[in-house]
Nanobody, 126 residues
């Protein structure tokens, strides 16, 4: 599975962005797709995930309300809408594919994902 993210950029605080991640290749075995982010000097952080068939969404408490994940199964694409952007949202955002069923706890852990995109930079200015 190949993943290509897009939609990142420089935005002022309070603005919005919609990130996209297009999957290609053997997408029939996708169980879930997730978004993670990593800021300079920080660990990778789970942002959101969605199961591919049922569309169940998962967020960390810190992301609820400002982050919305969605998918278009016809286009093999997952989206991440980020509203009310803050400077602390500045990071490289990665999408990833999980191929096997997992629990609501495991789906939040990056080590359970099998394929990763190259990342898209989001920079929020104050």
């Amino acid at each position: 599975v190949q993943l290509v993210e897009s939609g990142g950029g420089l935005v002022q605080a309070g603005g919005s962005l919609r990130l996209s991640c297009a999957a290609s290749g053997r997408t029939s075995g996708v169980y879930a797709m997730g978004w993670f982010r990593q800021a300079p000097g920080k660990e990778r952080e789970f942002v959101a995930a969605i199961t591919w068939s049922g569309g169940t969404r998962y967020y960390p408490d810190s992301a609820k309300g400002r982050f919305t994940i969605s998918r278009d199964t016809a286009k093999n694409t997952v989206y991440l809408q980020i509203d009310s952007l803050k400077p602390e949202d500045t990071a490289v955002y990665y999408c990833a594919v999980e191929s096997t069923w997992s629990t609501g706890w495991a789906i939040r852990r990056g080590e359970n994902y099998d394929y990763w995109g190259q990342g898209t930079q989001v920079t929020v200015s104050s």
